[in-house]
């Protein structure tokens, strides 16, 4: 490890402490824990600054942030999934003493043993460690696999291709006409007037026709089938420009909070 | 029949889901409803799957002195210290010698590493990792202010648990994030030229939608939201609608390969 190195991580870690006696320091000592706390907001503070460090080039600190995140989010998850799934979902069904040992309440149904499939099942998935019978985990392995294509299959089928396509199919030519006035009024364009409304209509059933068509590649883009291309990009484009200018309004407000943190939480300036 | 049992099986599931959807029976909706539950359970048992996956490929990397490989421990040690925590809890407001059992706890970790990576001194790391042990289960015995809860939940309370959530998981996540607007402000800079039409119309679009709630556009503001709502409401729907038919499109048909097993790629080799 080079020199300089060497002494930006000793500054940090002095840094570090100071910021953790000053923060414990700060906090109220009758509350209790306020060493623990201290740490926390510090740690939590160093951590953000660590991933912001990302910002000039990749260093030993933001590699330790990753490295962290890594293994306490798999462990999250995990106690997560034991607790909500084999404890909540499981074991009631499996057996009355267990349940009564995890204190969770018994199913009203009773006990169901077809609940032992799962879990011979998941000892079968957990062969896959074995080097011999590591081709036995191919089993519950099909069982997800083909539960969840067939799930799929209908789903996808019904929510992202019919339900899409009837919802297309909005009134082109208008509902009732109630003459020139009425339907001429309304034109801004967070209103429903008749005008705004038949225009978005057709807005949306040629934007979703002419879509399709720039994605439809078996056959050329040429005449007429070029120039509907043409116009699904450009309505493409009006949607990438829209969910880019969404995701960095999202992105800025994250932003927002960890500055708000480091400034308001941890450093007590704001 | 190592190869085909499991195509059999994913047929015969996949084949099941597709058609429990078209009878409105309770007992085709309650074997689906089992189906569902069977493979959430599974899921979970994958999960401790992964768990060990990770444990393997860090000690792998650390025993290969692969680039980067001093981190690994770091990421052990946050699965192993957030597992503990997420089974752990204090039994009053005191915490006793917890701390030092984690320190302890974790020592034994990187001392049985240690020992199944090095070459020499194998007798001097288990002897330290025994020793570290016997301390963790010396404060087990005789420390009474916390304790191992695994008959309730209640390690998903505990105070270091969610402190870990909050502190570690919480701030990692949302800087990550948070740096993506950078990020994407770069590329912005680099693609939102006007130097077509398409180029301009991706540019208006995301900057109606960035500038929305900007009020230092005086009397313009509200016809920007109401711009940006109708973009977001009518042309950007569109778009989406045909994006998403062709990924329903491309779900289904992958699904139909992997149920008349022409997709058998989820096996692996052997």
């Known amino acids: 490890m080079k020199k ?115 879990v ?151 | 029949m190592k190869r085909q049992i499991p195509v059999v099986l994913v047929g015969l599931f996949g084949l099941f889901m597709i058609f429990q959807y078209f009878v409105p029976h309770e007992s085709s909706e309650w074997i689906y409803e089992f189906l569902l539950d069977w493979t959430i359970i599974i899921g979970i048992f994958a999960m401790a799957l992964g768990l060990w996956s990770l444990y393997r490929v860090s000690v792998e990397k650390i025993r290969t002195r692969k680039p980067a490989w001093g981190y690994n421990y770091l990421t052990l040690v946050g699965l192993f210290t957030m597992m503990l925590f997420g089974f752990t ?30 070459k020499g001194h194998r007798g001097l790391f288990l002897g330290t990792a025994g020793v570290c042990l016997a301390v963790c289960i010396v404060i087990i015995i005789f420390d009474d202010t916390w304790g191992f809860h695994f008959e309730t939940a209640e390690g998903l309370q505990s105070t270091m648990f969610r402190a870990f959530f909050d502190n570690i998981l919480i701030p990692i996540f949302a800087t990550m994030f948070s740096l993506l607007a950078f990020f994407i402000a770069s590329a912005a800079y680099r693609a939102f030229r006007a130097r077509n039409v398409m180029a301009t119309l991706l540019l208006l679009a995301a900057l109606i939608v960035m500038l929305r ?16 709502n109708w973009l977001m409401n009518v042309p950007n729907l569109a778009a989406q609608r045909a994006i998403i038919i062709g990924v329903g499109l491309g779900i289904v048909a992958t699904a139909l390969k992997v149920i008349l097993g022409i997709e058998r790629g989820y096996m692996g080799k052997g």
């Open chain 2, 213 to 228: 709630f900007n009020p230092y556009f005086g009397p313009l503001s509200p016809y920007m939201s109401k711009a940006s």
């Open chain 2, 89 to 118: 809890s204090q039994n009053g407001e005191a915490w006793g010698w917890f701390f030092p059992f984690m320190v302890a706890a974790n020592l034994t970790l990187v001392m049985i590493i240690q020992a199944s990576v090095t």
């Open chain 1, 120 to 270: 011979i099942l998941g000892i079968l998935l957990l062969m896959r460690l074995s080097p011999r019978g590591g081709w036995i985990s191919r089993w519950p392995l099909a069982f997800i696999v083909g539960t969840t294509a067939g799930l799929n299959f209908i789903r996808y089928l019904r929510s992202d291709f019919i339900k899409q396509i009837s919802s297309t199919f909005v009134p082109l030519l208008g509902t009732q006409w109630e003459g020139i006035g009425p339907f001429l009024s309304n034109l801004d364009l967070s209103a429903s007037g008749q005008l705004v409304l038949l225009l978005s209509n057709w807005v949306v059933f040629l934007g979703v026709f002419t879509g399709l068509i720039y994605f439809f590649f078996s056959k050329e883009h040429k005449g007429a089938f070029g120039v509907g291309s043409r116009v699904g990009i450009w309505i493409l484009m009006i949607t990438f420009g829209a969910s880019f200018g969404y995701t960095v309004m999202g992105r800025i407000s994250l932003l927002v909070g960890r500055i708000t943190f480091l400034f308001g939480t941890w450093l007590e300036l704001i």
């Open chain 1, 4 to 118: 300089s190195t060497l002494i930006v991580m000793a500054v940090v870690v002095v840094l570090f402490l100071l910021s953790w006696v000053l923060k414990a320091s700060a906090l109220q000592p009758e509350q209790g824990s306020y060493i623990l706390r201290g740490f926390l907001v510090t740690f939590a503070a160093f951590l953000t600054l660590a991933v912001m460090s990302f910002l000039y080039q990749d260093n030993p600190f933001y590699k330790f942030a990753e490295h962290l995140f890594v293994g306490v989010s798999a462990a999250f998850w995990m106690c997560m999934g034991f607790w909500t799934t084999i404890v909540q979902n499981l074991i009631p069904r499996l057996s009355t003493s267990l349940a009564d040992y995890f204190m969770v309440p018994q199913r009203p149904e009773g006990l169901n043993l077809f609940f032992y499939t799962p």
